[in-house]
């Protein structure tokens, strides 16, 4: 039984000088929900009797992919052990743990003094932790070491403690080793918490400024957004301010998470808890964003918020077009709890009526449309991911181009196209074959380091385009699974970049046009007329099917005439049989789509559309 | 020209004593009716086949009843007298009979010619009524043909299939080339005034010049009527199998294509017409009336295992198994599995199916508009003839013959 810790200071009458604010910074299977748990457990705030597995990680998907989507902050009293007296408050901020969600980690670092930095003792540091590692240094937060799993056969303790110690800077020595599975050093990382984090310092009689570094929908009771207090001091049955919007709310409720939510009388200086105040969308209460008293309030808001902005779109149609109304409304149901989540209504010759939609990345991407088709029973398809061009015209005018098929034609001077900052960890043996993918993926290569003797990061700047292109999973298959890859958005850069559309018996077909760099486009074509030529069944007539750059065509195959569709016989005997076949026959036709009068069958889009082998296809499984 | 599916369809019940709705005799003076008699033996089954048949010359059914080759026409014969109490005060004497298998030269001649009689007998035959056989060529011989030529059968038609010996081979055929041209000869000279051969194109290991040999052989042998079939590959066939595994190659459609256009050219330089898909005669009299029955929705009991009848709008089939055919006649009752009642539309896309394989072809007055619209399109295509097409009836040209069950999808929206 963990000890329960007496005189547990109040929320809104808690001295800062006993506040540490942390996060834990892991990779996805490193252990941090396992080491979560055990914080729960040792400081008592969760049951024995009541405790689950990943006990924080609410929805079920994240459960199942082991992955955090959605932060959450706990508040955990903490009596260290060699002050028994004195219980200090603990806010543990979980954060997400990926790639696509790096503005969302930095404002979850930004409301904390101090981070843990949780690795694997067996597999050593990976490139999406190093990443949230610079990005907690750049926050200037306290980096408090820890190699998990020690109890491993295969874990490395020596080595991994090397690699932390030459990235923090520490001595190899100061870094903690823990089992969060079993327990063990869970309780000297909690006294280190308390020890080496700084107490949060804010200023006591301003006006309030909180931060929201997490806002999150529950179909009871509204969005609940999570705050920490920086100045003054936030009251229950206030009217409070969103500092961007100006939009005002009352304050229905306020409180700290233990793990459940407990209300509260208010929430003072340094202090991390949840405000309800009844909206139903998360975009009236946006991460980042300053929360002030409407009377007396602040003038100036906290720095560093940013309006999310989607990177990647994808076509989102769906596979019967009469289940258009429920993919409207079920994209409606995921918006209130993801404010990067962006769409409007789009019709595609080929397709249908969908929408096209715009993510934070790739991962984002695929978690959305697993909700749609899991939660919503719905049965997509999806358009090849692309990014965000911006195209400058001849004449100065300027497009920006979401959808392929919409790249403007004339006369084009500038194409500009989003880049990004990757950072590559792997062991030193797959340098060769990571840097050959770079280059033919138009990478540049900003530089090397080993972390370890045998383990290297290796800097990239790569179009986006080119990550959205199954980039991760050849990334795996070359380094054997032993790859993993962080990016942030760097900018944009003016590239070669050229329409190419695929033409079925001279119609275009929207769904298919892709954006690719000139000197690729010729391969996609090629790649994708094939394709098509083995999916697309033979038609009355001859079908040419073309891949053209406006209207230079630069790949073509050719669907022969089908010549012979009859049965020979026909007897007596066959008369129902082919009854009943003709009305099979019409109810397959029916699946089809007409491309101008071409039929394809629907396999032939999701395959191309999907498939991991097809030009183009960028499918990620991260 | 075995003509049975070995899959029956879905349908509901047929009642035990067989009757039929009254609807399904209402105008039936009006239509011509035909027999066809199914004889469900063979000696051996062939690679390709799928048809009903059984290669054991006794079965046993339920209770005990025994199916056996020898008494297999007294058991047909009980089934030809129950049609006569299902059809009543029908007064229609019978236009057509067709004898299929299997193979019904299996029997004894002295076999076919009772079940004729039994038809003569119950129902009257029509004067100038066209009685046709199927028959093997390595089971009949002057004195057989003979004896269905006195006993009432006027047309008889062989399977020849090929003349090429590595060709019949892979078909499990185990008749010697030129035997078939022979046998158009002895019927002939028995008296026969209609000879058919059946021919299949498309084998697996058939070359152009193999076919035009089997073609040449089949028109020089001189019979007044010619099928030519493109080998279908059914499955749950020895042959499905074999080209499963690899060992034949599977024939790609557009050589079958080639083969179609390849008898088309020979045959109509001989001096035979196509009249269905299939089906080429040297004269209006060298048709086979009986399955034009089947192609204009005329009425036909179908006698045997596993048979398929109808009459008026009413499609029904007998159970597969000749055991179980035999018991349900040893107890008077129908041996009927299933049928069907076709509705106003059903009728009307049988028709289109149908008719449109045949040189006659459908008049468009049986379309709707998206019909009617899409026959447009294929003569705009080159697949309806333009002449017929002016007077009222959409008529396959060359092309559109091979691509018939593709212009009847659109025909019949």
Redo the contacts between chains.
């Keep these: 039984m963990p000890a329960i810790p007496s005189h547990v200071p109040e929320p809104s009458r808690t001295d800062p000088a006993l506040i540490r604010n942390f996060c834990i910074i892991a990779h996805i299977d490193h252990g941090k929900s396992t080491l979560a748990d055990r914080m729960l457990q040792l400081t008592g705030v969760v049951e024995q009797r009541q405790m689950r597995a990943q006990y924080l990680d609410r929805m079920d998907i994240e459960r199942e992919r082991g992955i955090t989507i959605k932060s959450q902050a706990v508040r955990l009293p903490w009596a260290p052990t060699d002050d028994k007296g004195n219980t200090h408050i603990l806010n543990m901020i979980d954060t997400p743990g990926h790639v696509d969600f790096t503005y969302e980690v930095s404002r979850s670092l930004a409301a904390c003094e101090g981070t843990v930095l949780l690795v694997d003792a067996a597999q050593g540091i990976e490139a999406q932790t190093l990443a949230n590692l610079y990005l907690a240094m750049e926050n200037d937060l306290t980096i408090i070491p820890v190699l998990n799993k020690i109890d491993l056969p295969a874990a490395q303790p020596e080595k991994f403690s090397e690699e932390l110690a030459n990235l923090v800077g520490c001595d190899p020595d100061d870094v903690l080793k823990v089992s969060a599975k079993t327990g063990l050093g869970v309780e000297a990382l909690l006294d280190k918490v308390v020890a080496e984090i700084p107490a949060p310092v804010g200023v006591k009689d301003a006006p309030a400024r909180a931060m929201i570094f997490d806002s999150v929908y529950d179909s009871y009771r509204g969005v609940v957004t999570y705050v920490r207090v920086i100045d003054g001091q936030l009251n229950k049955r206030e009217r409070i301010r969103m500092m961007s919007t100006g939009a005002t709310h009352e304050l229905l409720e306020i409180g700290t998470n233990s793990p459940e939510m407990l209300s509260a009388d208010g929430l003072g200086v340094g202090e991390v808890g949840y405000l309800i105040t009844g909206v139903k969308d998360v975009r009236q209460s946006k991460v980042g964003d300053t929360v002030t008293s409407q009377h007396k309030g602040a003038e100036e808001a906290l720095g560093g918020y940013k309006d999310p902005k989607p990177m990647v779109f994808s076509g989102l149609y769906p596979l019967d077009g009469s289940d258009y109304p429920e993919l409207r409304e079920a994209l409606d149901k995921l918006q209130l709890n993801d404010a990067a989540l962006v769409y409007e209504p789009e019709t595609s010759a080929a397709l249908g009526f969908g929408f096209r939609v715009g993510f934070l990345g790739l991962l984002h991407l695929d978690v959305i449309r697993e909700r749609l088709e899991r939660e919503f029973g719905l049965d997509l398809i999806a358009t090849a991911p692309n990014v965000v061009y911006r195209v400058v015209m001849e004449d100065g005018s300027e497009h920006t181009v979401t959808n392929p098929s919409e790249f403007p034609e004339g006369k084009i001077d500038e194409v500009y196209e989003p880049v990004v900052r990757a950072t590559i960890l792997a062991p030193s043996e797959f340098i060769g074959s990571i840097m050959e993918l770079c280059q033919t993926r138009r990478g540049v290569l900003l530089g090397m380091d080993y972390l370890s003797e045998d383990r290297v990061e290796i800097r990239y700047t790569l179009p986006l385009a080119e990550i959205v292109f199954d980039f991760f999973d050849q990334l795996k298959s070359k380094t054997r699974g032993y790859a993993s890859l962080d990016y942030e958005p760097t900018g944009e850069q003016t590239s070669s970049l050229v329409k190419v559309d695929i033409l079925l018996h001279g119609d275009k077909v929207d769904a298919f046009s892709a954006i690719t760099h000139k000197d690729q486009a010729y391969a996609y074509g090629v790649r994708l007329v094939a394709k098509l030529k083995e999916l697309i069944p033979r038609q ?2 001859e079908v040419p099917v073309q891949a053209a750059i406006g209207s230079r065509v630069i790949a073509r195959e050719t669907i ?1 005439a ?19 076949l ?1 009305e099979k ?2 109810e397959g ?1 029916k699946r089809m789509k007409m491309v101008g009068s071409v039929e394809v069958p629907q396999e032939a889009f999701i395959a191309v559309l999907s498939s991991d082998d097809s030009a183009g296809s960028g499918k990620s499984k991260k | ?1 075995e ?3 070995s ?1 029956l ?1 879905d ?1 509901e019940p047929v009642p035990a004593d067989g009757a039929l709705p009254a609807s399904a005799l209402a105008g039936a003076a009006d239509r011509p009716l035909g027999f ?1 008699l199914h004889v469900p033996y063979c000696a051996t089954r062939c690679g390709y086949c799928d048809f009903n048949t059984y290669t054991a010359t006794e079965l046993r059914g339920s209770g005990g009843v025994l199916a056996s080759r020898d008494n297999y026409a007294d058991t047909l014969i009980d089934e030809i007298r129950l049609a006569r109490k299902v059809l009543g005060d029908d007064p229609r004497e019978v236009r057509t009979v067709f004898v299929g298998g299997g193979t019904p030269t299996l029997l004894a001649a002295d076999d076919l010619v009772r079940m004729l009689r039994a038809i003569r007998e119950e129902f009257g035959l029509a004067a100038d009524a066209e009685v046709t056989t199927e028959a093997n060529p390595e089971s009949v011989d002057p004195a057989y043909l003979a004896a269905l030529r006195a006993g009432g059968f006027n047309r008889i038609s062989f399977g020849m299939q090929s003349a090429r010996q590595h060709v019949l081979k892979v078909l499990d055929r185990t008749h010697t080339p030129g035997r078939p041209e022979a046998c158009v000869a002895e019927a002939r000279a028995a008296g026969f005034e209609h000879v058919n051969l059946d021919l299949i194109y498309g084998t697996p290991g058939e070359s152009d010049d193999d076919w035009r040999a089997s073609l040449d052989a089949a028109i020089g042998a001189g019979p007044d009527h010619v099928s030519a ?2 080998l ?1 590959v059914e499955e749950g066939t020895q042959l499905a199998r074999r080209i499963r595994r690899g060992e034949v190659p599977m024939t790609d ?2 050589v ?2 080639d083969r ?1 256009l390849m008898a088309e050219d020979t045959l109509s330089a001989a001096g035979f017409d196509w009249y269905e ?2 089906n080429w005669a040297t004269s209006e009299a060298g048709r086979c009336l009986h ?1 034009e029955l ?2 204009r929705g005329a009425d ?1 009991w ?1 006698a045997g295992p ?5 009459v008026g709008g009413v ?1 029904w ?1 007998n159970v597969k198994h000749p055991g179980a055919y035999a018991a349900a006649l040893a107890e008077g009752r129908s041996p009927g599995a299933g049928r ?1 009642l076709l509705s106003d539309e ?1 009728r009307r ?2 028709r289109i ?2 008719e449109l ?1 045949l040189e006659e072809g459908v008049p468009l007055a049986l379309l709707r508009s998206d019909g009617l619209a899409a026959a447009r399109r294929a003569l705009a ?1 080159g ?1 309806l003839q333009r002449e017929p097409y002016a007077s009222g009836r959409a008529v396959l040209t060359l ?1 559109g ?6 212009v ?2 659109d025909l ?1 929206d």
């Design positions: 009355a007539f022969r089908i010549r012979k569709d009859v049965l020979a016989k026909c007897y007596g005997g066959d008369i129902s049989r082919k009854r009943k003709l026959q019409k036709k | 020209m003509h049975m599916p899959a369809p349908g066809y079939y493109a279908i459609d557009d079958h294509a179609y898909v299939s399955n089947y192609w036909w179908g596993g048979a398929h009848s109808h499609r089939w069907e059903d896309v049988e199916l149908l394989r295509d697949l092309r013959r091979l691509l018939a069950d593709a009847v999808r019949v």
